[in-house]
Protein backbone atom coordinates (compact mmCIF):
# COMPACT_ATOMS: atom_id res chain seq x y z
CA UNK A 1 0.00 0.00 0.00
CA UNK A 2 2.25 2.53 -1.08
CA UNK A 3 5.07 1.82 0.90
CA UNK A 4 3.34 2.65 3.83
CA UNK A 5 3.64 0.06 6.94
CA UNK A 6 1.99 -0.04 10.15
CA UNK A 7 4.16 1.79 12.12
CA UNK A 8 3.44 4.99 9.48
CA UNK A 9 -0.25 4.41 9.68
CA UNK A 10 -0.32 4.29 13.47
CA UNK A 11 1.31 7.55 13.84
CA UNK A 12 -1.13 9.04 10.37
CA UNK A 13 -3.42 8.11 13.33
CA UNK A 14 -2.18 9.65 16.51
CA UNK A 15 -2.13 12.70 14.21
CA UNK A 16 -5.51 12.74 13.01
CA UNK A 17 -7.10 12.42 16.70
CA UNK A 18 -4.74 14.92 17.95
CA UNK A 19 -5.99 17.47 15.25
CA UNK A 20 -9.76 16.53 15.20
CA UNK A 21 -10.11 15.12 18.49
CA UNK A 22 -12.20 12.29 18.89
CA UNK A 23 -15.89 13.84 19.07
CA UNK A 24 -14.92 14.44 15.46
CA UNK A 25 -13.43 11.13 14.17
CA UNK A 26 -17.20 9.25 13.56
CA UNK A 27 -18.52 12.10 11.34
CA UNK A 28 -15.07 12.31 9.62
CA UNK A 29 -15.48 8.17 8.90
CA UNK A 30 -19.20 8.58 7.65
CA UNK A 31 -18.48 11.31 5.40
CA UNK A 32 -15.87 10.08 3.83
CA UNK A 33 -17.46 6.62 3.60
CA UNK A 34 -20.66 8.32 1.77
CA UNK A 35 -18.32 10.01 -0.39
CA UNK A 36 -16.52 6.73 -1.64
CA UNK A 37 -19.63 4.97 -2.04
CA UNK A 38 -21.68 7.97 -4.16
CA UNK A 39 -18.08 7.72 -5.87
CA UNK A 40 -18.74 4.14 -6.98
CA UNK A 41 -22.35 4.44 -7.60
CA UNK A 42 -21.31 6.82 -10.03
CA UNK A 43 -18.56 4.64 -12.01
CA UNK A 44 -21.14 2.03 -12.17
CA UNK A 45 -23.90 3.95 -13.61
CA UNK A 46 -23.94 4.67 -17.69
CA UNK A 47 -23.57 8.54 -18.31
CA UNK A 48 -26.78 10.48 -18.63
CA UNK A 49 -27.15 12.39 -22.09
CA UNK A 50 -26.24 15.86 -21.33
CA UNK A 51 -27.90 18.27 -23.67
CA UNK A 52 -25.91 20.96 -24.58
CA UNK A 53 -27.79 25.08 -24.98
CA UNK A 54 -27.39 24.68 -28.73
CA UNK A 55 -29.97 20.98 -28.88
CA UNK A 56 -32.21 22.39 -25.81
CA UNK A 57 -33.13 25.05 -28.64
CA UNK A 58 -33.39 22.56 -31.57
CA UNK A 59 -36.07 20.44 -29.55
CA UNK A 60 -37.96 24.09 -28.30
CA UNK A 61 -38.02 25.27 -32.42
CA UNK A 62 -39.39 21.61 -33.51
CA UNK A 63 -42.47 21.63 -30.57
CA UNK A 64 -43.54 25.01 -32.45
Known sequence: MFGIGMPELIIILIIILI????GKLPEIGSG???GIKNFKKATREP????????DK???DENKS
Open 57 to 59: EDS
Open 47 to 54: PEELKTPA
Open 19 to 22: IFGA
Open 32 to 34: IGK
